[in-house]
């Protein structure tokens, strides 16, 4: 008697987009996303307060006027570059799995994305949350999200998660040639890595010491047993290992943390503040690389590429270039297809190797 075939589906998962660059849709997504209580993670009292008096009455209109300067043609830019690696790693992976991509907010959602994958006979997945860092309010709300919504059948299928790959040399590998001409094409002197920020009570809270996480100025310098799971600790770990890649001197580049939201602290320092700090210094040239976003967005294309740029010149500097992110470059979509192999085990590669 037969045995019956695995199939194998993978689920790519970014962050999300509005559905239009107006205010109605960029509402919808706001309410969703931050009312994820990983995401604000108060009494939900207080995140209710928080959402409907100070956030939606303002945020959605302000957002869609930054989101309609960096639109596309074919949609939002995260989702029109996401698609392109979705279809870029089904290619690469030639009908091994079954690859849809899901946002953890908006469209397209992730129990869409899962039926579809279901309704192709999908019985084993494979989850790669497009988050390089550990996050709450990314990498942990995504996994949590699909999770639940695999649990919702009567049979519950096998799920594999990727982990984060801020440590991972394809990943790092692509980001830095994408980097490399960039840097030497605009005669670069300097290099700042431009991180997405969080509250500071996130890094304390994957802290399991309770001791180490922001306790002191080197808290990040090396990865411990105390901030494994820490973000700020592998932004910083990431940024190291690709300076050491672009071969970037001594005092040749510097790490920020951007996108912070309301009053409680935020990880530091602030991009913000560093940018006019550089000018100070004598910086002339700089290029900003964003190395928490696999795929250009509204951060990385209106916060860096228009307002960090406009902000960095008015304080006396005569250039940002903002580098590109990984998006579908070949070697990113080599380094996932590497990922998603190596995380189904040692008998998906060696299918791999005998097609």
């Not at 392109?84 to 907010?105: H, I």
């Not at 390089?132 to 799920?159: F, I, K, M, Q």
């Amino acid at each position: 008697m037969p045995v019956p075939t695995t199939k194998r589906g993978l689920l790519l998962v970014n962050l999300g987009t509005p559905d239009a660059p107006e205010s109605g849709p960029v509402r919808r997504y706001l309410r969703e996303f931050l009312n994820d209580p990983r995401v604000i993670d108060v009494h939900p009292v207080g995140r209710w307060f928080l959402l409907n008096l100070f956030i939606l009455p303002f945020r959605p209109a302000k957002s869609a006027e930054a989101y309609r300067k960096v639109w596309m043609k074919e949609g939002s830019p995260l989702l029109v570059y996401s698609r392109a690696l979705e279809s870029a790693v089904r290619e690469r992976l030639g009908g091994d799995y079954e690859v849809e991509l899901a946002m953890r907010y908006g469209n397209p959602s992730l129990p869409d994305a899962i039926a579809r994958l279901k309704a192709k006979g999908v019985s084993e997945f494979t989850v790669l949350p497009l988050y390089p860092h550990e996050a709450a309010s990314s990498s942990a709300s995504s996994l949590a999200r699909t999770y639940e919504v695999l649990a919702e059948g009567w049979d519950v299928p096998n799920v594999r998660a990727v982990p984060a790959f801020w440590d991972d040399a394809g990943f790092l590998d692509a980001f830095a040639a994408v980097a490399r001409p960039v840097i030497s094409d605009t005669r670069a002197d300097h290099v700042l890595f431009s991180f997405h920020g969080l509250p500071e009570r996130h890094m304390r809270k994957s802290d399991p010491t309770g001791q180490h996480c922001l306790s002191s100025a080197g808290c990040c310098d090396a990865i411990t047993d105390a901030n494994r799971h820490c973000y700020r600790a592998q932004c910083f770990a990431t940024a190291r290992m690709l300076a050491q890649r672009l071969g970037l001197p001594e005092g040749g580049s510097t790490v920020s943390f951007q996108s912070r939201l309301g009053r409680t602290p935020w990880v530091k320092p602030y991009t913000d503040l560093v940018l006019p700090e550089l000018a100070a210094k004598g910086v002339k040239r700089l290029a900003v690389m964003c190395p928490a976003f696999v795929a250009d967005c509204l951060e990385t294309l209106e916060e860096i590429g228009l307002r960090a740029k406009e902000q960095f010149v008015e304080a006396g500097g005569e250039s940002l270039t903002l580098v590109p992110s990984l998006n579908a470059h070949p070697e990113w979509v080599d380094a996932v297809v590497r990922l998603v192999r190596a995380s189904d085990g040692p008998s998906a590669t060696a299918r791999a190797e005998s097609r």
